[in-house]
Every structure is written in structure tokens, then in C-alpha cells.
């Protein structure tokens, strides 16, 4: 039989490049079936050769339970909380504040769906995933790195080149609809055999709920999903001047960014964008309240600065409250 160590790395090269073909290019290179194989193949493997087995080896995804609560982990850089619009009008003074402090006539936003699921930190150090953690109150959150690496949308470690030594990312947990209701029909139906798994109210509390647990092995059997809205903390490394140049990188890297971001320019843009959302809204595989917009410039926004913890160069528009997802 070939080297057991040159046929784990190929492995673990072909199920890693699977994910992200499937989680990030939406693209999937390889059936269900021949994935599962590969990795059972993988973990027969590393379990006859113990030290051969890398701890960014996706078999290494959902780890046992651990001793207790989570532990609290502080965010260097607060992690934000997104100002509300509801008209058009606060759309339009949103765009002339800007102007007036900054004095950008018809500035340019990066945009895209505000997904209702559940805001997360993760931290990257030497290209691997060290640290995950909840928003919490935007300056504290709790250590859910076990759960978020059974995420097989995160990362184990980064693709590509040009990353920072230390990065962190933030975006939102969330739970696709069709593996919310499929998930849901089957606990129903296991639950009439008087066995299986909870059923989930809603989309937002399954992946809230899902992020909580104390034993991973209960989130890795919940459908999660996650894509990355932005930057935390960057040391030993550059990004580029703007928001959706950054977003382009992050998508390199390995990491899952919205399919309907765009840029747009000026109060019309961000208009014309509302309304194209708020159409293609119930067409969406996920749930969103609303679509955020962000000075796209990196140098604006740091003249825009905050207003206690929400950014004074972003907003979130909110659509009108839908009725919840139907069980
Ligand atoms: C700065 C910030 C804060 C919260 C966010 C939340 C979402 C979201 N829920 O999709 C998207 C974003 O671009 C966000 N951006």
C-alpha cells in the first residue's frame, strides 16, 4: 500500500478543496457519497497511524464534549452593532451625513443581505483557526470554537497566500431553509418514534441554539452554514482599501461571502439595490431582515468613525416584519 503519510495528505487536500468548491464557489466537485468515503478512508487512516493525523485534518471537525460552560473571550476590536434605517428619508440623510462630514458627493457602498443568524468572531493565527467566539455585548462573547469548527463553511485553515499572521473574521452562523425543514421533518418524524432530535423553532434560534451546545457533537448534526461580512483585529499583514476588495481576499482565503453583495454608488444605488432585494427576498435561501450598506473605502470610513458601539458609516435597512418561517 502507498506511504500511509503521503496518502492521509492527499486526502486531506482533496476533502478540504471539496469544502470549499462546495461551501464557497457553490461549485461541488465531488458527490456526497464520494466525500463521506474519502473521509471515512481518511479516518481508518490517521486511526492506524495516530501521529500521522494533523489537527486542521477535517476529520479533526467535531471533537468530544468538553468539561463545562464556555469560557468568555474579549474582542480586541468590538465587535459592532449595525444602526437601523427604515425610510428612504434616513437612507438619504444616512448618505448626506457623509457627505457633509466628509464631503463625498456620491460615495460608494459595498452591500448586501443582512442574514438573520447569529454574529461570530474567528481568529486565524499562522493560516489555522485558533479561537471562535459569540459577539456576545459586542466587547465580550463566549468561546465556541469546538461547535464553529464542525462548520464545515469555516475554515480549518486558509487557502491561498498574502493572508496576516493574525487575522480575524467576523460573520454571521446561519441555517439555510431547506436544511432547516428538513431538519425539522426528520426530528418530527423521529420524535413520533419517540427518539431523535429537538425540533427548532426558527432558522435564527436553531443556529443560536445550535452555537450553544455544550457538546459538539450535538452541533455537528445541525445543518449550520456561515459567511464572512468582515475584519476584526490584523497583525503581520496588509488588507486592501476597501470593503469589497477585502471581501474578494476573504473569498481567496477559503472563506464563504455573500453571493448578492455588490457595490453600489450613492443613495440611488443603495435605493435601487433595497428594492431588487426586497423582491428577490422570498426567492432567497435564507432568511434576512433587511440589506446593510457600508462606505466601501476603508480611509472614509475611518473619518466617519462610530456613534457609541454602531458605526457612523454603515447602516442596516430593514424591510417590514415578514411573517415567521411556517414550521
Ligand atoms: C459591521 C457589521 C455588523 C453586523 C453585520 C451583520 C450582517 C448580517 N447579519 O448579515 C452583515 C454585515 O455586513 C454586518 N456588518
Redesign the pocket.
Known sequence: SPDPAARIAELCRQLNDANYRYHVLDDPAIPDAEYDRLLRELDELEAAHPGLASPDSPTQRVGAAPSGAFDEVRHAIPM???GNAFSEEEVRDFVRRIDERIGRESPRFSV??????L?ISLRYEGGRFVQGATRGDGATGEDVTANLRTIKAIPLALRGEGWPGVLEV?G?VYMPLDAFKAYNARALADAGKGGGDKVLANPRNGAAGSLRQLDPRVTARRPLAFYA??TGAVEGGTLPDTHSATLARLRDWGFPVSAQSEVVEGAEGLLDYYQRMGEARDGLPFDIDGV?Y?LDDYEGQREMGFVSRA?RW?IAHKFPAQEQSTL
Open positions: 459592532l452593532s449595525l448586501e443581505p443582512k442574514l438573520d443568524g454574529a467576523r454571521e461580512y468582515g446593510v457600508k458605526p454603515a
